[in-house]
């Protein structure tokens, strides 16, 4: 486009070089006006193209047709600023942050000239029909909220590409974007007309640009002139981690309500600042389905409303319409259920708004082109087209009921500020001393825009006790205890995230089926019945030391930190860093009036002499980073328990940590890890990849960690588990995840074994009854034997270092039906009982597995240890309580 003026520009050179040479030497001047007139704006007419000039196509800004190849991210951005430049009366960007790796996010919208003028206004005037502001986390206005008025544009918006390698929807994106701006020109011109009358549609072009360009950047290098549709061709075979995952390998469609990531906490951020009515998310499948649109299979959740689910059927409706004029298959009400609430279909649902999930078949293995079973070959080309037409079609039913929409919406929040779901209408939660799991907690409401305050006075009330799960006549509120009141625009989204039991239509789900963050958290929580106002009183502060050098008195004997959450691991590892020798009390003791648990850190300046009187400065100012309280003590004398150099004391050094990564271990559950170490302690891990086992210069390792695996076979060989055993026996510390201790189960050298069934006890005729299934009923049947993720509260030896810091009890997500007998030499640190099960689905063929079976176990092996983790302690980065369990793994076991 910036080419279009160039004929003209050409001839009316020519002609002035003819008058310079003919005309008289009285026009010179003016004529070298003109000349220079032209040079310089000549550019700033190509900028800003009239509405009647043609848009620039995808085609012709790529170079290529969309279907050809992928397109790496910065051009599908680039494309959003041309398309921008062309019309700014149409199309604002509003990038909103970057990713890991550097790369932009950005979200275009897209609207009439009209609304465009007036964007601003149309954000705020939603926030405030809802009764929530932008002005700080959790902020609720006391307007009333009012009617949206005729003209009120309802809000859609459209994310392209969360899983990177399912990457047809961002080359949808273009061709959306390009249909909605460019007028009558456009396939989908009178959708696009419609939807402009009624609505402003935020595109974001992709969710996940880190895991897009490294599947893009890999497939464009294996494809060659053409795409080989050839199904075990290498560019169908795609390398580990693959695309789908972020930079530390989430799975960033699991992230929306916790926002453990980077790029969902910006992301989010923006998605409360504008509180849209409609959100759609766009995925990929396996290569051999069809197309999957709305609506959902079931289980819905109970607090879906009536008109929620009512449009769900809209949306198929209208799909199912152009699919079937294009004769392309489809289906739907199967597999993509509405529960867990941290998906992009979900949790738009429960902030008001209606959403769903489009699922392509494709994914990383299509490419370009793939050869499928039946013999026909699926191209980008089509995957493109199913994308855009679904795109359309729910903007077109959208657009269809906007003003329902929008009253719907706006009644949503005025039920939820003045008549909550469910049955408690405030939530009490204790600190108990520990700060830090209390601040994590209020940073996920903060993120959430749920707010909070604080009792204010002392007082009894009945309630729910969340660990005895049992009603309490009367329950000790605190002045200080943080109070959530139900009554509040994000009341829904509240309960959710907080219900003790998630209520199940359908066991057949497609995720975890417990969630309650009372328990991810481990905090002492209370559900009342009675409405609480809560007081905006400021939150308690932890307490670090004065700094001593400065006021010339006499410097502490030591420095102690209670081993209790997060932000202790967060403190122990900063000073390690810091070359700082921290010891760990074995048992708990009492200085100076005051008690102390087992796993406090004692920071002694015995030991530390180096830094002399910067000592002090230095735990300072580590306690003030992660927000821990730290006492300083004059002396090392117990009153009760040991003293602070006897023997029993842990001496904790710096461990050296690596981390088995590559094929064979699942990428979400090694980037889990990863990301604990490298974001969360900001503590050095060396990712050393499965093949190259036999490079590991074991003397330099101290820790080896064994995330979930699909088959450690390929690289823990005879030969390699004996040089690892060996490096245990010299002091070495394997800690072994989910699968990868299943995999340990039974092998020459570790005590882990699973539970041998007693033949002697099963009724035979049971047993010949079982085997007579129905075809039909399989898939019901088969989650007889699982549990798709349910809680249990272990049981716990608290004296061991594996289980410093939870004297509260720990609940566990539990994953996988395991069923790993007590072990017969070692420490049974944590276990199940006969009833330890708290909520969600549990198959009836999985229940007793998980009764009277290890969890948590600690194999001495030499002078070294290994470790067995049942469960995945840092599963999706949101289950907090794990978090200082993996840290005692790391840190404590073994000293």
Same mark, same amino acid.
């Given at each position: 486009?910036?080419?279009?003026?160039?004929?003209?520009?050409?001839?009316?050179?020519?002609?002035?070089?003819?008058?310079?040479?003919?005309?008289?030497?009285?026009?010179?001047?003016?004529?070298?006006?003109?000349?220079?007139?032209?040079?310089?704006?000549?550019?700033?007419?190509?900028?800003?193209?009239? =509405?009647?000039?043609?848009?620039?196509?995808?085609?012709?800004?790529?170079?290529?047709?969309?279907?050809?190849?992928?397109?790496?991210?910065?051009?599908?951005?680039?494309? +959003?600023?041309?398309? $921008?430049?062309?019309?700014?009366?149409?199309?604002?960007?509003?990038?909103?942050?970057?990713?890991?790796?550097?790369?932009?996010?950005?979200?275009?919208?897209? =609207?009439?000239?009209?609304?465009? %003028?007036?964007?601003?206004?149309?954000?705020?005037?939603?926030?405030?029909?809802?009764?929530? @502001?932008?002005?700080?986390?959790?902020?609720?206005?006391?307007?009333?909220?009012?009617?949206?008025?005729?003209?009120?544009? +309802?809000? &859609?918006?459209?994310?392209?590409?969360?899983?990177?390698?399912?990457?047809?929807? @961002?080359?949808?994106?273009?061709?959306?974007?390009?249909?909605?701006?460019?007028?009558?020109? !456009?396939?989908?011109?009178?959708?696009?007309?419609?939807?402009?009358?009624?609505?402003?549609?935020?595109?974001?072009?992709?969710?996940?640009?880190?895991?897009?360009?490294?599947?893009?950047?890999?497939?464009?290098?294996?494809?060659?002139?053409?795409?080989?549709?050839?199904?075990?061709?290498?560019?169908?075979?795609?390398?580990?981690?693959?695309?789908?995952?972020?930079?530390?390998?989430?799975?960033?469609?699991?992230?929306?309500?916790?926002?453990?990531?980077?790029?969902?906490?910006? /992301?989010?951020?923006?998605?409360?600042? #504008?509180?849209?009515?409609?959100? &759609?998310?766009?995925?990929?499948?396996?290569?051999?389905?069809?197309?999957?649109? =709305?609506?959902?299979?079931?289980?819905?959740?109970?607090?879906?409303?009536?008109?929620?689910?009512?449009?769900?059927?809209?949306?198929?409706?209208?799909?199912?319409?152009?699919?079937?004029?294009?004769?392309?298959?489809?289906? @739907?009400?199967?597999?993509?259920?509405?529960?867990?609430?941290?998906?992009?279909?979900?949790?738009?649902?429960?902030?008001?708004?209606?959403?769903?999930?489009?699922?392509?078949?494709?994914?990383?293995? +299509?490419?370009?082109?793939?050869?499928?079973?039946?013999?026909?070959?699926?191209?980008? /080309?089509?995957?493109?087209?199913?994308?855009?037409?679904?795109?359309?079609?729910?903007?077109?039913?959208?657009?269809?009921?906007?003003?329902?929409?929008?009253?719907?919406?706006?009644?949503?929040?005025?039920? =939820?500020? %003045?008549?909550?779901?469910?049955?408690?209408?405030?939530?009490?939660?204790?600190?108990?001393?520990?700060?830090?799991?209390?601040?994590?907690?209020?940073?996920?409401?903060?993120?959430?825009?749920?707010?909070?305050?604080?009792?204010?006075? $002392?007082?009894?009330?009945?309630?729910?006790?969340?660990?005895?799960?049992?009603?309490?006549?009367?329950?000790?509120?605190?002045?200080?205890?943080?109070?959530?009141?139900?009554?509040?625009?994000?009341?829904?989204?509240?309960?959710?995230?907080?219900?003790?039991?998630?209520?199940?239509?359908?066991?057949?789900?497609?995720?975890?089926?417990?969630?309650?963050?009372?328990?991810?958290?481990?905090?002492?929580?209370?559900?009342?019945?009675?409405?609480?106002?809560?007081?905006?009183?400021?939150?308690?502060?932890?307490?670090?030391?004065?700094?001593?050098?400065?006021?010339?008195?006499?410097?502490?004997?030591?420095?102690?930190?209670?081993?209790?959450?997060?932000?202790?691991?967060?403190?122990?590892?900063?000073?390690?860093?810091?070359?700082?020798?921290?010891?760990?009390?074995?048992?708990?003791?009492?200085?100076?009036?005051?008690?102390?648990?087992?796993?406090?850190?004692?920071?002694?300046?015995?030991?530390?002499?180096?830094?002399?009187?910067?000592?002090?400065?230095?735990?300072?100012?580590?306690?003030?980073?992660?927000?821990?309280?730290?006492?300083?003590?004059?002396?090392?004398?117990?009153?009760?328990?040991?003293?602070?150099?006897?023997? @029993?004391?842990?001496?904790?050094?710096?461990?050296?940590?690596?981390?088995?990564?590559?094929?064979?271990?699942?990428?979400?559950?090694?980037?889990?890890?990863?990301?604990?170490?490298?974001?969360?302690?900001?503590?050095?891990?060396?990712?050393?990849?499965?093949?190259?086992?036999?490079?590991?210069? #074991?003397?330099?390792?101290?820790?080896?960690?064994?995330?979930?695996?699909?088959?450690?076979?390929?690289?823990?060989?005879?030969?390699?588990?004996?040089?690892?055993?060996? #490096?245990?026996?010299?002091?070495?510390?394997?800690?072994?995840?989910?699968?990868?201790?299943?995999?340990?189960?039974?092998?020459?050298?570790?005590?882990?074994?699973?539970?041998?069934?007693?033949?002697?006890?099963?009724?035979?005729?049971?047993?010949?009854?079982?085997?007579?299934?129905?075809?039909?009923?399989?898939?019901?049947? +088969?989650?007889?034997?699982?549990?798709?993720?349910?809680?249990?509260?272990?049981?716990?030896?608290?004296?061991?270092?594996?289980?410093?810091?939870?004297?509260?009890?720990?609940?566990?997500?539990?994953?996988?039906?395991? %069923?790993?007998?007590?072990?017969?030499?070692?420490?049974?640190?944590?276990?199940?009982?006969?009833?330890?099960?708290?909520?969600?689905?549990?198959?009836?063929?999985?229940?007793?597995?998980?009764?009277?079976?290890?969890?948590?176990?600690?194999?001495?092996? !030499?002078?070294?240890?290994?470790?067995?983790?049942?469960?995945?302690?840092?599963?999706?980065?949101?289950?907090?309580?794990?978090?200082?369990?993996?840290?005692?793994?790391?840190?404590?076991?073994?000293?």
């Amino acid at each position: 486009m910036k080419y279009m003026f160039m004929p003209l520009y050409t001839l009316f050179l020519r002609e002035l070089a003819f008058l310079y040479f003919f005309c008289c030497m009285k026009h010179l001047l003016s004529i070298t006006s003109v000349l220079v007139t032209l040079l310089f704006v000549q550019p700033t007419l190509a900028q800003t193209q009239p =509405a009647s000039a043609s848009l620039t196509s995808p085609v012709q800004f790529l170079g290529y047709e969309p279907g050809e190849r992928f397109t790496p991210h910065h051009q599908l951005l680039a494309y +959003a600023q041309e398309v $921008a430049r062309q019309r700014p009366n149409r199309v604002k960007l509003m990038p909103y942050g970057k990713t890991y790796e550097g790369r932009q996010l950005m979200l275009v919208v897209v =609207a009439s000239e009209a609304n465009l %003028n007036r964007l601003e206004a149309i954000r705020t005037n939603n926030l405030n029909r809802i009764g929530l @502001s932008d002005d700080k986390p959790g902020t609720v206005t006391t307007s009333a909220t009012t009617a949206p008025g005729s003209t009120t544009p +309802a809000i &859609a918006w459209l994310s392209y590409n969360v899983h990177g390698n399912e990457a047809v929807s @961002s080359e949808a994106f273009m061709e959306v974007l390009y249909e909605l701006v460019s007028g009558n020109s !456009g396939r989908q011109s009178a959708v696009a007309q419609k939807v402009m009358n009624t609505s402003v549609v935020i595109l974001d072009p992709g969710l996940n640009p880190d895991g897009h360009d490294r599947y893009v950047n890999w497939y464009n290098q294996m494809m060659g002139r053409t795409a080989d549709p050839t199904p075990f061709a290498r560019e169908h075979t795609e390398p580990w981690p693959g695309g789908r995952f972020t930079h530390y390998l989430f799975d960033p469609n699991r992230d929306w309500a916790w926002q453990v990531q980077e790029t969902s906490q910006q /992301r989010m951020a923006m998605y409360q600042h #504008w509180m849209p009515h409609l959100h &759609a998310d766009f995925h990929e499948m396996g290569v051999e389905n069809p197309y999957y649109f =709305a609506p959902s299979a079931k289980p819905y959740h109970e607090d879906i409303t009536p008109f929620q689910r009512d449009f769900q059927q809209t949306i198929g409706k209208y799909s199912s319409r152009a699919f079937d004029k294009n004769g392309w298959l489809y289906y @739907s009400r199967e597999r993509y259920d509405l529960l867990y609430p941290s998906y992009g279909d979900t949790y738009p649902t429960y902030n008001g708004a209606i959403g769903m999930t489009f699922e392509q078949g494709g994914g990383g293995r +299509a490419g370009v082109a793939i050869r499928k079973a039946d013999g026909d070959t699926l191209t980008l /080309r089509q995957r493109i087209d199913h994308h855009v037409a679904t795109s359309f079609a729910t903007l077109e039913a959208f657009s269809d009921r906007a003003p329902e929409v929008l009253t719907e919406f706006g009644r949503f929040f005025d039920d =939820a500020r %003045n008549k909550p779901i469910g049955a408690y209408k405030s939530y009490v939660i204790k600190a108990n001393g520990d700060l830090g799991r209390l601040k994590n907690l209020q940073l996920l409401l903060d993120r959430n825009k749920i707010s909070y305050g604080y009792a204010g006075k $002392a007082q009894s009330l009945p309630g729910f006790n969340y660990n005895t799960r049992q009603n309490e006549k009367s329950v000790a509120i605190d002045a200080s205890d943080m109070v959530i009141s139900a009554y509040q625009p994000k009341s829904t989204l509240l309960k959710i995230l907080f219900e003790p039991t998630t209520t199940l239509e359908d066991s057949a789900t497609y995720d975890i089926t417990a969630w309650a963050m009372p328990y991810a958290y481990g905090l002492q929580t209370y559900g009342l019945t009675t409405r609480l106002t809560p007081t905006p009183a400021n939150a308690p502060q932890v307490s670090v030391p004065v700094n001593q050098s400065a006021t010339n008195t006499t410097q502490p004997y030591a420095y102690l930190v209670r081993w209790q959450s997060m932000p202790s691991v967060q403190m122990l590892a900063g000073l390690l860093n810091k070359k700082v020798k921290v010891r760990a009390a074995e048992k708990p003791f009492e200085v100076e009036g005051k008690t102390y648990p087992t796993g406090t850190l004692l920071i002694t300046r015995t030991g530390n002499e180096r830094f002399g009187n910067q000592l002090n400065a230095l735990v300072q100012a580590e306690a003030a980073r992660v927000g821990v309280d730290v006492t300083p003590v004059q002396t090392g004398f117990a009153t009760k328990g040991s003293d602070f150099g006897s023997g @029993s004391n842990l001496s904790l050094k710096a461990p050296r940590v690596g981390l088995l990564v590559g094929d064979g271990t699942i990428p979400t559950a090694a980037g889990e890890v990863w990301h604990y170490f490298d974001r969360e302690l900001q503590y050095p891990i060396t990712l050393i990849d499965g093949n190259a086992l036999g490079n590991v210069t #074991w003397s330099e390792l101290d820790v080896l960690i064994l995330p979930s695996n699909y088959n450690y076979g390929k690289f823990l060989n005879e030969r390699t588990l004996s040089a690892i055993k060996t #490096w245990i026996q010299a002091g070495g510390k394997l800690i072994a995840l989910e699968r990868a201790a299943s995999f340990l189960a039974g092998k020459d050298g570790f005590n882990l074994k699973e539970k041998k069934e007693d033949e002697s006890k099963k009724d035979k005729k049971t047993a010949t009854v079982d085997s007579l299934k129905i075809y039909g009923d399989r898939e019901r049947q +088969a989650l007889s034997d699982d549990t798709p993720g349910s809680i249990y509260r272990l049981t716990l030896d608290t004296t061991h270092p594996l289980a410093f810091g939870l004297a509260d009890g720990y609940y566990s997500l539990v994953l996988n039906t395991f %069923n790993f007998d007590f072990l017969k030499e070692g420490w049974n640190v944590g276990y199940l009982k006969t009833d330890n099960y708290v909520s969600g689905f549990v198959g009836k063929n999985a229940k007793p597995k998980l009764r009277n079976t290890l969890v948590l176990g600690v194999q001495d092996y !030499g002078r070294g240890s290994v470790v067995y983790m049942a469960d995945d302690p840092l599963f999706r980065g949101f289950w907090y309580g794990g978090k200082l369990l993996f840290g005692n793994a790391v840190f404590m076991v073994g000293n």
